[in-house]
T-cell receptor, first 116, second 109 residues
């Protein structure tokens, strides 16, 4: 049973380009969470999704950021028109259908985005 | 003031020492997680606690709900324990994790 898979592991984008980060949850998990870790800072919640639904996006910047978790395929975090301040590590976590994060949290390896 | 405070921020120990990392929080929670992050690496869940104490190998985690405090202990520390240890709480009112700033642990041989 593969763990939470994120790709790419490293992503370099020029200012103004789009970044697409993918997260495949563990098999059987239907809850996905995205977190951002800015350089020298702690992790911050961005968005919580279930299949085809955004449950809580209160941590997402109001502009340029969007997330989806379609019925089929991975969850996607999209950043449009990237700026240098978007450079960070983006982590995805998943949890089983029952209990959410009251059960063990499973994290991916992260995508390290560098905007040049 | 952060909702989750960890201490110390940095900790250097000699191999074999007993290590304690503390976490205090100011919100009502339904669960607390201890996580480990190696440089450039992913995040590994060590423990999820809602009460009492858990042990896994040389790692022990405790939580006192009334005092809103948790500790992570490492016995017989080893250089491979060097990592950032992060405390994260799941608030009773929500679905998100709120994280401490992390404790950078370095264990020297």
């Amino acid at each position: 049973n593969a763990g939470v898979m994120q790709n790419p592991r490293h992503l370099v984008r020029r200012r103004g380009q789009e970044a697409r980060l993918r997260c495949s949850p563990m098999k059987g998990h239907s809850h996905v969470y995205w977190y951002r870790q800015l350089p020298e800072e702690g992790l911050k919640f961005m968005v919580y999704l279930q299949k085809e639904n955004i449950i809580d996006e209160s941590g997402m910047p109001k502009e340029r950021f969007s997330a989806e978790f379609p019925k089929e395929g991975p969850s996607i975090l999209r950043i449009q028109q990237v700026v240098r301040g978007d450079s960070a590590a983006y982590f995805c976590a998943s949890s089983p259908m029952a209990g959410g994060l009251n059960t063990e949290a499973f994290f991916g390896q992260g995508t390290r985005l560098t905007v040049v | 003031k952060n909702e989750v405070e960890q201490s110390p921020q940095n900790l250097t120990a000699q191999e074999g020492e007993f290590i304690t990392i503390n976490c205090s929080y100011s919100v009502g929670i339904s669960a607390l997680h201890w996580l480990q992050q190696h440089p450039g690496g992913g995040i590994v869940s060590l423990f999820m606690l809602s009460s009492g104490k858990k042990k896994h190998g040389r790692l022990i985690a405790t939580i006192n709900i009334q005092e809103k405090h948790s500790s992570l202990h490492i016995t017989a520390s080893h250089p491979r324990d060097s990592a950032v240890y992060i405390c994260a709480v799941l608030e009773t009112s929500g679905s998100r994790l709120t994280f401490g700033e992390g404790t950078q642990l370095t264990v020297n041989p």
